[in-house]
């Protein structure tokens, strides 16, 4: 239902808006306010990062993001309730971000369950290639959650379609290498590369690493379904606060 | 990629999709290597040639006295050029790195070994070469980081979480997952995702194929015991390696006790039960970790030893029982190494003499007709600020202070 | 006692009285134990369990390349235990000193690589032990003292004279005279009274053994040239009596240039001509000296090469010219040492690092057919101090100054 | 006739003193000062030492007062004048004592014609066995000076014998092993050790090293010829001043 949620939304727009938070950076209040600025700047779908403490794919500004959020205190169990509370208050869909070893030490089974009666629809775990993931791979589709896998610039074509048939809901493909966080050009090769994913699956397509721009957002529309804008927003909160938050996102749809 | 790399459950390779590409390259390279015995010989010469392989075996006559039980026998990893075991993981990987055309390496390091030998290969090969290293660890192994500059490597230090070896290695990755088409990671130990558990225990299973051709030649017969310190387990690995088939010669791995247990005071993921299985760093094992799987803090003496996770090869062992794990604490550590150099003239490093510890504990009980295998797995010319703050020689001190007033002077 | 140990007039034994007894006992355990097959062969089981003989010839492809001009092998005497060639003749004095039945041993240092070797060896005979270290070596050599004091050695500062190598000879022999009945003074290098000179040189005979075999079994021909640092002359020595027998390899002394030539500056007996023959220490050689025949201060930034006299069999070598000397200054010396870090991953000591200085200079000349074979008399690893001050590294210095804050916080 | 004057001299007196001064320590006019001293106090003979940089064997004190002479500019040649000067003032024998570096760098042959002219009357050379002092033996013969070997503890009798055929004048008999001005224990390993001197040559003994007190002085009469006296002085003098020398040199001897 996630996908032809996105379908459906992309009817009457031509580019939808994800964004992203580290839960309970840099405290749980602040968190909530961020969600509501972002829902009333009309953001299509958020990723709800669950922190770890090692966040082996994210760049330094998550990377700080994800320990401050530790050494306040938050753990997994809050994020759930945080989560829960989301999900009831707002009608946009939440996908969790996280690393395995947070579901692992939950229990996969567990914590696949535990997103589903709190109505988190999908989740993205960029540590786990499907190849070790059969265990929450199972799990999801019992549960009809959608997993999330990543398509790189890296990919081969048959890796692209495997990895867009073990996934559900959309594909997030990564505008480039590197961690998030840092700058991307957006160019023919970033074309190219996003022709390719269109080829490897029918499913939406997710396009993060390096959105920052109302001029980025306008170079992806029409040739991605999701712009995903991540450790900018942090960035902007960090330095002029949390009301900055709509504005910022209304200037990059606009 | 296909799933692979697991030891009764544990390893695996947990990477970011970026890299697939990039292991399945790596993974290609060492199983051709692996089955080229050029390669194999080409790597021996290397050994032999820029380090002085095959090490000796050093029978520690006035150990073996004090403690009356069984000969003490100790590998000579230390005489390896760098003065570590880590140059055999190292060189083989510089060996791997030009097959695949690569032009820089990168590495992590704790005890600032790894980082010197990584730098060294680089230096050797031509390589450009970044080593990311916890902040804390530069302040503590000053000297290593001295010689890697020299070298031409460019030192990072990691600000980020416990700023130990563990982030080190992420930043590592972060690294990798940027520069991978000309830059291959060269992983310290035996950790991490597959293949590197696999790889760097081969490239260090010289170390037990020598040692047990070794004792046979100098006792007739094999070993007791082996003892290995364990720090991500590449040194234990290599010399257990060499004794696998030999159900009768008991493999203890040796951990770091620190200041005992309870997580933060120490780094054993065995031998203490304040580990439990989780997954990070891209490979599945025991980590110190907490209830929600965040890593904690680690404890030791020792940087080489201070790591929240360790082997999925020797955590395998564990759990079905072929190998000991037992831990040493930082005083009983300090102590052994005293000893070892007063009385053999041997100067372990502080990561080494945790084996020594358990070994002085044990060799009693055998018989002088048996023998133990000791690895010495490097010298503690690198840990000269550290072992003189352990034993506060106060003239150690006052040539510092020196020092500084001559700097303060200068400035 | 009858006159011996001349060569072409150089050498000799010019001790106390009191001496004299000592020195026939010396010298006839020495021949006895030169007669006698077994010692040598104990000899190199020892050196080959204890260190790791035969050390390896490493080609220096780098370097080779950026002098477009003979290849470069390099002499791994770095790789021996302790980190120096020093512990050839010390092991073999230890066996000596075994046989003679004494239970004691002093030496002099100046690197403080004698001073180690001999505390090495000391504490695996189970010897007794006193240094004598000169003050100002005391504290260009830090890490190797502390090292000496934890193996169990009295590491005495010498605070006479010039307060450096040669008065701590003076002091070891005075130690000596008194002590002589339990006592055997383990002499450094290839000076000093006869037997001495010869009985040192035997011992590192192993080094020029060894290179010449590998050499010929890596190029099918003979080098061109042999270079080696001349402090004592015991490390060339070594290197050289393995060719003493082929005119056509050129033999090459490098001597420390100091700041350049003139009484003070340097420590170049034979490449300079600021020295005259002399007697001193006991034997007849080149000395830097005044008019009168009193011994004038050196220089070097070496301590190892910090020397006023030179192996009296080297002088004889010199006068005959079957050996060049060349001297390298500390600026040169530093240069060479930083290329050869970084282009090869060695660690030349800076006494060592005066003969690739020279070597550096001439290769270039020769046909890439050829091939020159380098002593790396040892590792550097005890220079750090003096390294860093020499390249004026800010982040050591930043390091010892919070080092020192650290240690005035606890004082 | 340096033999001849200490028969005599020994028919009225049962044991001689022998003093040693460094020459130029503090400075050569102390030096001068030192020897009217001795003198005037009734010393029997005295030992120049012409200060070396490397002394061997001497212990602490006299290696301080040679370097320290040195330092204060105490070149050979300043010790010849002072050496002409008091052979010419005092009528007691003077011999010189020094290493042989000095000799060789002067030349062996022109050092002993020096000496011959300047009317000094023998040498003591510490690092100058027999065997390495052939041509040093032949110009001291020529000269008909007295070359002064030194008897050791540890010599064989073969080569206190040896040694005896070498000498002119006296010998010279360490009391002990070691370096000069330590502590030496006055007993009867020292009475057999003289006995062994004695059998091994007629010529006269000098017994020095540790030589310090009065005691010391009347222990020796009978067993040896001439007590000599070193460092003692020096660290009287150190201690007390010059004028202190003569009183301490008439209670050694009263
Ligand atoms: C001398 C030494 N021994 C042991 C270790 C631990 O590593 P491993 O367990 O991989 O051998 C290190 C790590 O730096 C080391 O430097
Ligand atoms: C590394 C090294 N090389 C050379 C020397 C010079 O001694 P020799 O000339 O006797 O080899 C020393 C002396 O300490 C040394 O430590």
């Known amino acids: 239902m996630l996908e032809s949620y996105i379908h459906q939304r992309r009817q009457d727009k031509d580019i939808l808006l994800m964004t992203h938070i580290v ?43 994800n320990s401050e959020a530790l050494d306040h205190g938050a753990q997994v169990e809050k994020s759930f309730e945080f989560a829960e509370e989301v999900v009831k208050r707002f009608d946009i869909p939440f996908v969790f971000m996280t690393y395995y070893n947070i579901l692992f030490k939950y229990g996969v089974g567990a914590f696949v369950e535990r997103m589903a009666s709190i109505g988190v629809q999908g ?124 504005p910022f996102i209304e200037e990059l749809v606009s | 990629m296909d799933r692979r790399g697991y030891y009764d459950g544990f390893g695996g390779a947990f990477i970011p999709e970026i890299l697939v590409p990039t292991f399945d390259e790596l993974e290609a390279a060492y199983r051709d290597a692996r089955e080229d015995p050029a390669f194999w010989e080409e790597y021996k010469t290397l050994m032999s040639t820029y380090s002085c ?65 990584t730098a060294t290969m680089a230096a050797k090969f031509g390589f450009d070469c970044t080593i990311y290293m916890g902040e804390v660890d530069v302040e503590r192994q000053r000297p290593n980081v001295f010689w890697m500059e020299r070298m031409g490597a460019e030192v990072i230090p990691v600000t980020s979480g416990s700023r130990t070896l563990k982030d080190a290695i992420n930043e590592a990755f972060r690294d990798w997952v940027t520069n ?48 290995a310190c364990v720090g991500g387990g590449s040194n234990a690995m290599g010399l257990f390696s060499g004794f696998f088939d030999d159900p009768e010669v008991e493999l203890v ?88 150099v007063r009385r053999e003239g041997l100067i372990p490093a502080l990561e080494t003499s945790h084996a020594f510890v358990q070994a002085f504990k044990e060799v009693g009980d055998l018989s002088p007709d048996d023998s133990v295998v000791i690895n010495q797995s490097g010298r503690a010319d690198k840990d000269i600020f550290t072992v003189a703050d352990a034993l506060k020689d106060p003239k150690w001190e006052k040539f510092i202070l020196a020092k500084a007033e001559e700097y303060r002077n200068l400035a």
Not at chain 2, 209 to 215: G, L, S, V, Y
Request: aromatic fraction near 6%; charge should be negative.
């Open chain 1, 23 to 65: 839960l309970g950076y840099p405290d749980f209040d602040q968190s909530m306010k961020v969600v509501e600025e972002m829902v009333a700047a009309g953001v299509d779908l958020m990723e709800l990062q669950i922190p770890f403490s090692e966040p082996m794919a994210d760049g330094p500004v998550i990377l700080k993001a």
């Open chain 1, 123 to 246: 989740a993205i775990i960029p540590d786990l290639p499907p190849e070790e993931g059969e265990e929450y791979l199972v799990a999801m589709a019992e549960h009809g959650l959608s997993p999330i896998h990543i398509f790189t610039p890296n990919s081969s074509e048959d890796r692209l379609k495997m990895l867009g048939e073990k996934s559900r809901g959309f594909v997030y493909s990564v505008a480039r290498k590197g961690v998030t966080g840092k700058e991307t050009t957006f160019g023919d090769d970033l074309n190219a590369y996003l022709g390719r994913c269109r080829e490897a699956t029918d499913l939406p397509i997710a396009l993060g690493f390096g959105v920052a721009s109302n001029e980025d957002v306008r170079f992806i529309r029409g040739k991605a379904d999701i712009a995903v804008v991540g450790s900018e927003t942090i960035r902007v909160i960090d330095r002029d606060g949390v009301d900055s938050v709509k």
């Open chain 2, 53 to 117: 392989r095959p090490t000796p075996l050093t029978l520690a006559e006035n150990l073996t006295a004090d403690f009356g039980g069984a000969k003490i026998y100790i590998k000579r990893e230390d005489l390896n050029h760098t003065g570590a075991h880590k140059a055999n993981n190292v060189m083989g990987q510089g060996l791997l790195t030009r097959r695949m055309g690569k032009t820089r390496v990168i590495g992590e390091t704790g005890a600032g070994q790894h980082g010197v030998a």
């Open chain 2, 180 to 227: 991978m088409d000309n830059t291959h990671y060269v992983l310290g130990t035996a950790c991490g995702p597959h293949p590197f558990p696999e790889m760097v225990s081969w490239f260090q299973s010289l170390i037990g194929i020598e040692a047990r051709e070794q004792i046979l030649k100098e006792t007739g017969k094999l070993p007791k015991r082996a003892y």
């Open chain 2, 253 to 340: 791995g040796v951990e770091a006790g620190g200041r005992g247990k309870g997580i933060g005071e120490h780094a054993a993921r065995l031998a203490y039960d304040d580990a439990t299985i989780g997954i990070a760093q891209g490979y599945k094992t025991y980590f110190l970790q907490n209830h929600d799987g965040q890593m904690q803090d680690t404890h030791s003496v020792s940087a080489g030893l201070d790591y929240v996770g360790v082997s999925p090869i020797l955590a395998a062992l564990h759990e079905n029982g072929r190998v000991r794990f037992e831990a040493a604490t930082d005083d009983e550590v300090v102590d052994a190494m005293s000893r070892t």
